[in-house]
């Protein structure tokens, strides 16, 4: 039986109330174009905020279909949500040789040394929610710090594969980490401190997690929504009410995670090292210009 679910682009002529929540979301994506793709949980966090959208599950549900439904018929521009789930590999291939050479010269422009090289600590973001990685990586990039998502971290693989990167470092490892205050959040921060930093040390290292966000000042300072932790969740938990970290504003987000980067690295260091990139890209590009396929 066919689905009367929209499929591809839809046209679609939402009813006046459907247009008013259209215009919100729209203008909560023009006040954070800077920080575009947001989740649609953060695009949530805003109209609970800012026009006082019902804060439920279900409202939250309710509002994924309607965004859907909004970006199939092209009234929110489909690239402004961060999607998270189906991956692909393989398809990095060239038509000829020429492609390939023309690729490689566009490469060398945008080369990007390893700027942490010469810094006294290695430094990392960790998020919760993998579809906040590309705005925190917009931020962390033009330092050279990576941004990873905490995925799988009740693997013993994975935090031992962790453990044993940090511990082969060859200096101190500062993870700084993003992620939800609630028993859950709270959980993937032991497990860094604990598991992780009880591997890293058997590797010869030393771990510092910093966590930057979200936490019970932000919540207070930025009037941020809360919920209350789940009665069957057993663990540990300081506080009587949970914050998602998209919750945050974006901005008031990319300030936080801006702020602790240079709060953990050395600028001068990291000064010379952006001249040394530049240097390397126009030798690069200079060397590469002539190549062509024989």
């Given amino acids: 039986m066919a689905s009367n679910r929209p499929r591809g682009f839809a046209e679609w002529n939402p009813q006046q109330k459907s247009r008013v929540l259209l215009d919100q ?6 006040d954070y174009r800077a920080q575009l793709p947001v989740t649609a949980r953060q695009v949530y966090y805003r109209l609970v905020v800012r026009f006082d959208f019902e804060k439920t599950e279900k409202a939250n549900k309710r509002l994924l279909e309607f965004m859907n439904r909004a970006r199939r018929a092209g009234l929110v521009p489909m690239d402004s949500i961060r999607d998270d789930g189906a991956k692909a590999v393989g398809l990095g291939r060239y038509d000829d040789a020429q492609e390939f050479i023309e690729s490689t010269k566009a490469f060398a422009k945008v080369f990007q040394l390893d700027l942490q090289q010469d810094q006294p600590a290695y430094v990392e973001v960790l998020c919760e929610a993998a579809g906040m990685v590309p705005q925190l990586n917009r931020v962390a990039s033009r330092y050279g710090i990576p941004v990873r998502s905490s995925g799988g971290f009740d693997s013993t693989t994975v935090k031992h594969s962790l453990g044993k990167f940090y511990g082969e470092m060859g200096k101190p490892v500062i993870v ?9 959040g709270e959980h993937i921060h032991r497990n860094l ?3 992780v930093g009880a591997f890293t040390s058997h590797y010869g290292g030393e771990l510092t997690v910093e966590r930057i966000a979200v936490t019970a000042e932000h919540q207070q300072t930025y009037n941020l929504p ?3 932790p789940k009665k069957d969740d057993a663990r540990e938990f300081p506080y009587d009410f949970t914050v998602q970290a998209e919750a945050l504003p974006p901005d008031v987000l990319a300030t936080i995670v801006r702020e602790a980067i240079e709060r953990n690295i050395d ?3 990291w000064n010379e090292a952006v001249d040394r990139q530049d240097e390397l890209r126009d030798q690069l590009v200079e060397a590469l210009e002539g190549i062509t396929v024989l």
């Avoid at 979301?25 to 023009?30: A, F, H, M, W």
């Avoid at 700084?176 to 859950?184: A, F, R």
């Fill in 25 to 30: 979301v729209n203008q909560v994506l023009e």
């Fill in 176 to 184: 700084l980490h993003v992620g939800d205050l609630d028993p859950s």
């Fill in 193 to 195: 401190n604990e598991d």
């Fill in 226 to 228: 809360t919920g209350v």
């Fill in 267 to 269: 600028m001068d260091l």
